[in-house]
């Protein structure tokens, strides 16, 4: 049984070919190997794997693995991965997020999003999203009904989700689009609103990141998530203000807060 660090990967006929790494503890690669789950094997334990985790084999993923060490002549070392242990993956995954949780914590700034107060109403909401992705379509629906009847301005910025980078390009197009609205009359928006499709649960795991999760906390508007299904949970629900179990949910709380006020001012009025 060894560890390794799933760094690319593609199927042939069935098999699955792997490039797996090593890594120190701050992150630098010790040691790559190639390595090969054959048809025969993947077809029972690739499986088994991902019904237990909720994550499919992909670059970044870390895994326990059985191998047997291969050298041929033509192709020179490789290994043959014939058994994969869901209980680290599983575990790594959570460490990543329990790690962030006890720093913030530590730090005093865990709760800090999560204390500022809902908005009263809403006149304009940030959102950072997938371009072209399910989930901001379904979001969309609702929230450009609003925004043409001049109800709430809706504005975008677009990001990676996920794969290698997708945390720092997030913070990136947060702060960018912070900036310049802080440099528009209104100052800021009523919330910020993070959202995505679902995915597998190592698609997700790209957002378990502290300088992002840092981020949230320290925006002084409230965020509201709707990250993947109702089964799934990253970090970034853990500190913001509100989560939601779809980007569908984050929209019908706001029609339903901005309803809500029109009733009230009708009332009054009459």
Same mark, same amino acid.
């Given at each position: 049984?060894?560890?390794?660090?799933?760094?690319?990967?593609?199927?042939?006929?069935?098999?699955?070919?792997?490039?797996?790494?090593?890594?120190?503890?701050?992150?630098?690669?010790?040691?790559?190997?190639?390595?090969?789950?054959?048809?025969?094997?993947?077809?029972?334990?690739?499986?088994?794997?991902?019904?237990?985790?909720?994550?499919?084999?992909?670059?970044?993923?870390?895994?326990?693995?059985?191998?047997?060490? !291969?050298?041929?002549?033509?192709? #020179?070392?490789?290994?043959?991965?014939? +058994?994969?242990?869901?209980? *680290?993956? @599983?575990?790594? =995954?959570?460490?990543?997020?329990?790690?962030?949780?006890?720093?913030?914590?530590?730090?005093?700034?865990?709760?800090?999003?999560?204390?500022?107060?809902?908005?009263?109403?809403?006149?304009?909401?940030?959102?950072?999203?997938?371009?072209?992705?399910?989930?901001?379509?379904?979001?969309?629906?609702?929230?450009?009904?609003?925004?043409?009847?001049?109800?709430?301005?809706?504005?975008?910025?677009?990001?990676?989700?996920?794969?290698?980078?997708?945390?720092?390009?997030?913070?990136?197009?947060?702060?960018?689009?912070?900036?310049?609205?802080?440099?528009?009359?209104?100052?800021?928006?009523?919330? !910020?609103?993070?959202?995505?499709? #679902?995915?597998?649960?190592?698609?997700? +795991?790209?957002?378990?990141? *502290?300088? @992002?999760?840092? =981020?949230?906390?320290?925006?002084?508007?409230?965020?509201?998530?709707?990250?993947?299904?109702?089964?799934?949970?990253?970090?970034?629900?853990?500190?913001?203000?509100?989560?939601?179990?779809?980007?569908?949910?984050?929209?019908?709380?706001?029609?339903?807060?901005?309803?809500?006020?029109?009733?009230?001012?009708?009332?009054?009025?009459?």
């Amino acid at each position: 049984w060894t560890l390794v660090e799933v760094v690319e990967l593609r199927a042939n006929g069935g098999h699955v070919f792997l490039g797996v790494s090593e890594r120190d503890a701050g992150g630098a690669v010790l040691a790559k190997a190639s390595a090969v789950i054959w048809q025969s094997t993947a077809n029972i334990i690739l499986p088994e794997f991902e019904r237990a985790t909720g994550a499919q084999l992909a670059p970044g993923i870390k895994l326990l693995v059985r191998a047997r060490p !291969v050298f041929k002549p033509l192709h #020179g070392f490789s290994i043959e991965i014939d +058994a994969v242990d869901p209980e *680290y993956t @599983l575990g790594d =995954l959570e460490a990543r997020k329990r790690e962030i949780r006890e720093r913030l914590k530590a730090e005093g700034l865990f709760l800090t999003n999560k204390s500022l107060p809902a908005p009263w109403d809403f006149n304009a909401v940030l959102v950072i999203a997938p371009a072209g992705g399910a989930g901001l379509g379904d979001f969309q629906i609702e929230a450009n009904r609003l925004d043409q009847f001049g109800v709430c301005r809706f504005v975008y910025a677009f990001s990676r989700f996920q794969g290698e980078g997708a945390a720092r390009e997030i913070c990136e197009a947060l702060i960018q689009a912070m900036a310049m609205w802080g440099r528009a009359e209104e100052g800021r928006p009523d919330a !910020v609103v993070i959202i995505r499709g #679902g995915g597998a649960v190592n698609d997700l +795991a790209w957002l378990n990141d *502290y300088d @992002l999760a840092r =981020l949230i906390c320290d925006l002084p508007v409230p965020v509201f998530t709707g990250i993947g299904h109702e089964r799934d949970s990253n970090g970034l629900d853990e500190v913001a203000n509100a989560k939601f179990d779809t980007p569908s949910k984050v929209i019908a709380c706001i029609e339903q807060v901005i309803a809500k006020r029109t009733a009230e001012v009708k009332t009054n009025y009459e």
